[in-house]
Structures are given as C-alpha cells and as structure tokens.
C-alpha cells in the first residue's frame, strides 16, 4: 500500500517495555482506587468463556420473530418473540402472569415485582409464588421500577443474569441465583434442565410450562438482541469477580478537552457522540479470561498461619498489586501486617483487556514510566488518524491514560476516516460476498479467484452460493489490476462522503487510467525536455514567458494552494481534485497540445527552452503534489527528471511539499 513507516520503532505488544508500562500503569491506578475488583454483573461470551467490554457489544435490532445462527448450534435460534406464563400464588388459587424474552432465564427468578401503586396486585405483595421447576419461593415484592401499563404489570425479577433485575435484587435484598454457568449450560438449580445448552433449555422450559399448564402466550416483540462482536455469540449477563476501572473522572477530563478545543475531532460530526457516550459511560471491565495477553499484576493474599483470616477472591479487600512478586508480598505485609514468611501469594490468571495496553501506546513506546529523550521529543504526538469505528474502543482509551499519566492528550487532532462499504452501501460481509480485499484490487483478480477464496472461510454451503452469486452480480469478469496508487488516490477522494465510502471498484479503475495519463504525460514530456536538458536553479519567472506559460503556471499555482488548503483542513477530495484537474484538463488536454508545434518546428531555441524550463516546473511540481497519494508512481517518473542544480534530494518521498510555485 506504500505505507512510510519508521521500522527502526517497531514493536510487539508484549515486549519487555510495554508490558513494564502496562503493570505500571495498573499499580497506579489500583493504589487510587480507580482500579477495584467487584463481583458483578459483566457481559459474558460463553464461546470465548470470557467477560467483555459494553463496547465490544454490538446490538442487533429486532422488529419481532427472527432466527438467528449462534455458535455451537446445529439449528438457527428464535428472538424477538415475548413469552406469557404463569406463577402460583402460595396457598391460593390466584395466580401472576409475567412475561419474558428469555424464558429459559426463568430457573433464576428470584422474586415477582409489582408497582406500589398498582391495586390490581396490592393484596398480594408480600406474599409468595411458588417456582415451578426448583425448591424455591419467590416473593411478591413492590418496585417503582416496574411499568404499570406493560403487558400485565407484573415482572420476573433474575438479579444474576440481567442489569436492571441486578438493581432490583441489591435494593431488595435478594438471592442471586446462577442458573447457567461460564459455558452455557443449566446449573443445579433444577434437576430437570441440568446440564442442558441454555438456548436448547428455551425449548425445554417452554415445554414444561406447557405441560403443567402454566404456558400463556407468544407474541412477536421488537428487541435489542446483545452479540459479541468477536465471536458473534449472545451475549450473557453473568455475575463474575472481576477487576474494573472507574472512568468517571478520566471520561469528565476527556469530554473538557474536546470541549476546550485541546483536543479536536476531525470531522467535528464526532463531538456529540464523544460527549454523550463519555457523559454516560460505565465502569470498564478490564479483566479477560484469555490465554494470551498482559497478564494482570494483582495477587490475592492467603496465610500460612490458620489463625489469620481468610479472605474472599469476589472481593478486593484480600488483593495487592505489584510490579513484581517481592514487590507484591511487601505490600501485602505492610497492608496485614504480617511477616512476609508467612505470607502467600496467588497471582491472578485472568489478562487484561487488550485495550488497556493499547491505550498506553503514545507513550508507552517511547519508554514510559523513565522519562527518555524520544518521550520528550514524541509526545504529545501530533495527529492521529484512526477509522471511527473504534473511537472508543481505542482513541478515548489512549485520552484517559495520556490525561491521567501525563497530563494531557496525548495528541491535538483525531481524523477519523470514513468506514469502506460496497458499491449499493452495504457493509462489508462473507455472506454477501461483497468484500473487497485492497490486495485484489491492486493485483487484480478472476471471478473464479473471488469464488475460490469464499471456499476457504467457515461459511455454510447456503450463504456460499448466495455470496458467489452476490460476486457475479457486482464483477462478473473479476476485478482488473489497479495498482496500489489508484486504490490510494480513489480511497482518499471518496473521503467527501463522510461516515461511509461507498467502494465502486470502477471508479479505482478510472484512477488507474489516471496513473497511465501521467504516465504516458511524462513519457512524452520526456522527449520534449531532451536528454541535454539542465533546469534553471530557481522556478522564477525569466521574463520571456508568453500568455500560456502564464497561465499553465498560474493554473499550476492554483492547484498548490488548493492542495495545501485542503490538507490544511483534511479536506482530501479537495487535494485530489486539485491534482486531478491540473494534470488531465490543465497541463495534459491544453499546455502539451499547445507545446507540440512549437517543440516540432522552427521555433526560436530561446522560446523553447522558455517552454521546456515552464514544463518541468510543472511536471516537478505535479509530480511533488500527487506523491503522498501515488508514491510509487511520482517516485518512478521523478527519478527519471533532471535536477535542478543545486538539488540534491534523493527521493520524491523527502522532497520538499510544494508551498508555492517561487512565481
């Protein structure tokens, strides 16, 4: 892609340094207390067996009944559907129907909650209903959370498996029951579905309920359906000890500096989902249950002398952080109290969030926490550029660290690019068939080529032809080889559409018709310059220049300060159409038509050389505007151009950015 990278700075995510910056970091925050360890809810994904974070979340929207493909099942799964059943008051005959989007989460209610102002149920709280399938009576209790007018004003209440029944069992006092474990699976809370796949135990329940009479009603119902973005399961919410972060402080800091311009989002369309996704931002999850990543520096203390207590892994009161182990047990010992030989310590399995260390980058590359000449010199950094996808996952992480460990952001500016679609403005997906790997657009490849790749993917046999006959709709001759500078070129003129590009494959074809028109420009101009030819050492003016010298210099002026314009405001279209123009409508359609009698009669050589020195600013200049888009092609054709005296540039990707033409 002819990216210009600095390969002396490379690095590997868990090198020495970096990981010394991430337990750094961790101790710190930990011994202020914004680092704490809480048994609570977290979203779960039971095929990684691993918490996540609320943005690794991705909510589907459903407008009722669908089937959805979830790992681990044969069969697509049914959601968006409310299901009606009904609980047995204790030794009456009355009975309290609720209703319920996951029905199988009904072995974990622990309570039936009703308005306080609701008569149709006053009689009844603070009497019992008695669970169907478990040894276990459930309470009728009063809670203002509850919706009088929603289906019949009744609500099952699962603390241990959902976020607002969570609220409601803390303030209520009640068991949390978890009737389904890290996999996935029914625990013991009832004998009859032990074991069972949840979603395999929604049937089951189901059928139960039907069976001792208890089942009301199904009804279609729009719903937000939570899925991993990862590994593309459902979502849990599953109560697991765990370590978390408090972003209230550093997500009001964040917000301050965008709001005082020290920090700015580029486009500016970005501040009001930064204000409000930081105003209303939760406590960060950061443990992970993987076997790979930044292990976390914490360590749960235990005694070996059996007189001392014994403390609880759910909660944090039993924890010490540390850079090291030694580090570890003299914390732990000033902390109890005790001699360090008597002292052991079990440090945490779990990693951390993969976000965590590489919120720390900006400066964790360059030595942090030792204070180093390349920290001093690099950070704050000066830009950057990022796609908008992960403006949280990434960019507000790296804003919390550099505000919290250094002071400031740890950049100015943030451009946000816009997300690659397909043509028709789909997103990007296996299934359709409509992705388009830059490779392929740059090397080129045959509509049997495209089929091939879909066979080596972990699609089924149905959404494979549905994705092959989705290619041969949109290439059915392939995709033609462009090269990597036309992709460049189309990429950053597409960027007017803002959040989105919709990718048309024939426009980069026509960029790269643009490349042979350089090409082929430079080609001829070339024979015009002639092998003797020498620059003059400045591009001024030498007085001799007729009215189209003139105004191909002055068209060649217009397109640096448009170019420097739009880059001044990462306005790319603006630079490439600048370039665009100049080079096809300006300098290849008029001035090389206009120069072709002149160079091939028996004009006077002083008027040429006047047209060949007028040229090769041009052709300098063009070359030096097109190169951050095209690089391999400027570089190619620039080497092949005379220098002017005094220049002694070794390549086009070091020279000099145009500023003004010197006229």
Not at 160 to 188: Q, W
Request: net charge negative; aromatic share 12%; glycine share 6%.
């Amino acid at each position: 892609m002819g990216c210009s990278v600095d390969w002396e700075r490379a690095f590997f995510t868990m090198d020495n340094r970096l990981s010394r910056a991430v337990k750094e970091c961790f101790v710190l925050l930990h011994d202020e207390g914004i680092i704490y360890r809480s048994n609570r809810l977290v979203n779960w994904s039971c095929e990684l067996k691993s918490a996540i974070s609320d943005i690794e979340v991705d909510k589907q929207e459903l407008t009722g009944r669908t089937f959805l493909r979830v790992p681990n099942y044969e069969d697509k799964v049914e959601f968006g559907v409310l299901v009606s059943f009904a609980y047995r008051v204790e030794g009456s005959d009355d009975e309290i129907v609720v209703a319920t989007t996951r029905i199988e989460t009904m072995l974990g209610d622990t309570a039936i909650a009703v308005h306080p102002e609701d008569q149709r149920y006053q009689h009844l709280v603070g009497k019992f209903c008695v669970h169907p399938f478990c040894d276990r009576k459930l309470p009728i209790i009063a809670d203002d959370m509850v919706d009088m007018s929603f289906g019949t004003g009744a609500v099952k209440i699962t603390p241990a498996h959902d976020h607002n029944d969570y609220e409601c069992g803390k303030r209520h006092s009640l068991p949390f029951v978890e009737m389904m474990n890290a996999e996935g699976f029914i625990t013991e809370v009832s004998p009859q579905f032990k074991g069972i796949k949840r979603f395999d135990a929604r049937k089951a329940v189901l059928s139960a309920l039907k069976e001792k009479g208890l089942y009301r009603d199904t009804k279609d119902h729009p719903m937000v359906v939570p899925v991993c973005s990862r590994s593309k399961d459902i979502v849990e919410p599953l109560i697991k000890p765990q370590w978390w972060l408090d972003c209230r402080g550093m997500a009001a800091e964040a917000v301050r500096a965008v709001q005082t311009e020290e920090l700015k989002l580029i486009p500016n369309i970005h501040n009001k989902t930064w204000y409000n996704w930081l105003d209303n931002c939760r406590d960060w999850c950061i443990s992970r249950q993987l076997w790979w990543g930044h292990r976390i520096p914490a360590y749960f203390v235990s005694f070996t002398d059996t007189d001392l207590p014994k403390g609880e892994e759910a909660d944090g009161k039993f924890w010490v952080s540390g850079r090291n182990e030694q580090e570890a047990i003299q914390r732990a010992a000033d902390k109890f109290k005790v001699p360090k030989e008597k002292i052991i310590l079990r440090q945490d399995e779990d990693v951390l969030d993969t976000w965590f260390s590489s919120g720390l980058l900006p400066f964790s590359i360059f030595g942090w926490p030792d204070t180093m000449d390349d920290l001093n010199a690099f950070y704050p950094n000066s830009l950057l550029e990022t796609g908008h996808d992960i403006l949280f996952f990434w960019v507000a992480r790296m804003v919390f660290f550099g505000q919290k460990l250094m002071g400031r952001p740890p950049f100015p500016e943030v451009y946000l690019h816009a997300m690659v679609r397909d043509a028709h403005g789909r997103k990007m997906s296996k299934s359709l068939g409509n992705v388009i790997d830059p490779l392929d657009v740059m090397q080129g490849i045959s509509l049997e080529g495209l089929h091939e790749k879909l066979s080596g993917g972990n699609l089924d046999p149905t959404e494979i032809n549905r994705a092959k006959a989705g290619q041969k709709s949109d290439y059915p001759d392939g995709i033609p080889e462009c090269g990597a500078d036309a992709m460049r070129f189309a990429l950053c003129a597409y960027t007017a559409q803002g959040r989105d590009i919709n990718l048309d494959v024939k426009r980069v074809v026509g960029y790269r018709y643009f490349c042979n028109k350089i090409w082929n420009a430079l080609k001829f101009s070339l024979k015009i310059l002639g092998s003797e030819f020498t620059p003059t050492h400045t591009s001024e003016l030498s007085g001799r220049e007729d009215v189209m010298e003139k105004w191909i210099l002055s068209r060649l002026n217009f397109a640096v300060k448009e170019c420097n314009k739009g880059f001044g405001s990462y306005d790319f279209p603006q630079v490439t159409t600048a370039i665009y123009n100049f080079w096809l409508y300006e300098l290849c359609d008029v001035f090389l038509e206009y120069l072709k009698p002149i160079m091939y009669s028996g004009e006077d050589e002083e008027i040429k050389s006047t047209c060949r020195n007028v040229l090769y600013t041009c052709l300098d200049t063009g070359l030096r505007l097109v190169s951050p888009f095209m690089p391999f092609l400027s570089e190619e054709l620039w080497q092949r151009l005379p220098r002017r005296p005094s220049d002694t540039t070794a390549s086009i990707c070091v020279a000099e950015y145009p500023e003004n033409v010197g006229l």
